[in-house]
């Protein structure tokens, strides 16, 4: 056996070596996928679309998430959605902020990244639009409403936090 034929062999050995190593831990990782979808951040029994979409907003730092659903053909997202990236930036921190939309390009939120799926503004959506989800640390909804203007933006917030504890001045 000459060094080229060892060579060759050894090269098609390692080929073969990495191939079970990732179909190994691919099958690792969609079972760790099964597992945290059935007992991860979905409603807990409830694994309705509806759910399993808003899970994916599920906040990480702060108590929930205000997600905007937008629409394409929607004037009235176009005219809210730099109003949103101002609020958005005036309360990062208490909350976290999404933008989802239906189709890309279409209306952008200036500091907040746009999320395109069709499917989940479809299932999260109650009819209209602009709307706000709001999604808890768990990812459930825990409400949905219309999104007018700053007011009502705010009125979101204000329904969803808890006041901060008085302090004794003593």
């Keep these: 056996m000459t060094a080229t034929t060892a060579a060759l062999v050894l090269a098609w050995v390692a080929i073969v070596v990495l191939f079970l190593g990732c179909t190994g831990m691919m099958r690792m990782i969609r079972s760790l996928q099964e597992q945290l979808d059935r007992q991860g ?8 679309p509806r ?6 907003f599920a906040p990480t730092r702060a108590p929930f ?3 905007l659903l937008s629409s ?5 997202c176009i005219e809210l959605a730099p109003e949103f990236g101002r609020f ?7 909350v976290e902020f999404a933008h989802l939309v239906s189709a890309p390009g279409t209306v952008v939120v200036p500091g907040i990244e746009s999320v395109v799926d069709p499917r989940a503004v479809a299932v999260l959506s109650p009819g209209y639009t602009p709307a706000l989800v709001v999604v808890g640390r768990d ?8 999104a007018a203007d700053l007011e009502s933006l705010q009125g979101f917030i204000e329904r969803h936090t808890s006041p901060e504890p008085v302090k004794d001045p003593t």
């Design 41 to 48: 951040r979905t409603l807990g029994t409830d694994t309705s």
């Design 88 to 94: 958005a930036e005036r309360h990062r921190g208490r």
């Design 139 to 146: 990812g459930t909804i825990l409400d949905v409403g219309p």
């Design 65 to 67: 998430t205000l997600v």
């Design 72 to 76: 394409d053909s929607c004037l009235a």
């Design 51 to 56: 759910a399993r979409a808003a899970a994916r």
